[in-house]
């Protein structure tokens, strides 16, 4: 499968333990972009790279959350001392420029308990 | 007032009915327009690019409405399998890189 890959698929975790996700893109996309989706909403845009630079951080992604890409390949996401609102679905996905469309992966579940 | 802006429905329609959905966006600087379908529990997964003359991809057909400031989806002959929401995306800077998502209309086909 060469499509958009995120692991893990679910995250149980108590609240104020760090969490990673990764992500791994389609190989040739050199644009990554991460997500949060709450019920009911469409995804919330929290940041997004080109190749390993990180170009753009939204407001919601507070001094807890922290994105990297270092070689330009793979992605994470940490979360540091979890909360509650925390729980979500986090969508990664990646597109071969600007103007492309972005294909996603299926998401990791994060639960706070 | 949010940046993109869709009627959550839901749509309830019967098969072989024709649907359509409206999104409304804000920023006239908007670059690039999409479609995206979401299953319960899923990742959203693109259905189409929505092209300035207007385009059709078998019984789905996307418009661009630049003056109003809003895209539309029609879907032909509605199929249960059609059962879904739908994610309207706007791209406002390519520059920036930042897509925009609306909340998305949930469309239930019946038999």
């Known amino acids: 499968d060469t499509g958009v890959s995120q692991d893990p698929r679910h995250k149980i975790t108590k609240r104020g333990q760090n969490v990673t996700f990764r992500c791994d893109p389609i190989?040739?996309?050199?644009?990554l972009y991460w997500y949060r989706q709450t019920l009911g909403q469409g995804p919330e845009f929290l940041t997004y790279?080109?190749?390993?630079?990180?170009?753009?951080k939204s407001r919601l992604l507070s001094d807890r959350f922290s994105a990297e890409r270092p070689k330009g390949s793979f992605s994470t996401l940490e979360i540091q001392r979890t909360e509650q609102g925390d729980s979500a679905m986090y969508l990664c996905?990646?597109?071969?420029?600007?103007?492309?469309?972005?294909?996603f992966g299926d998401g990791t579940r994060l639960s706070i308990l | 007032r949010k940046e993109v802006e869709q009627d959550p429905g839901p749509f309830n329609v019967p098969e072989g009915a024709t649907v359509a959905f409206n999104c409304t966006y804000s920023?006239?600087?908007?670059?690039?327009f999409f479609w995206y379908r979401q299953d319960c529990r899923k990742e959203p997964k693109l259905l189409m690019s929505?092209?300035?003359s207007g385009n059709e991809d078998g019984r789905f057909t996307a418009q661009l409405n630049r003056a109003s400031q809003y895209i539309s989806l029609l879907i032909r002959d509605s199929k249960l399998s059609d059962s879904a929401t739908y994610l309207c995306?706007?791209?406002?800077?390519?520059?920036?890189?930042?897509?925009?998502f609306g909340d998305g209309t949930t469309l239930t086909v019946k038999p």
């Open positions: 920023n006239s600087a908007s670059q690039s």
């Open positions: 790279f080109q190749n390993e630079a990180q170009l753009e």
């Open positions: 190989s040739e996309h050199n644009r």
């Open positions: 996905a990646s597109s071969l420029s600007e103007n492309q469309p972005q294909h």
């Open positions: 995306v706007v791209l406002f800077n390519t520059n920036a890189g930042k897509s925009t």
């Open positions: 929505v092209y300035s």
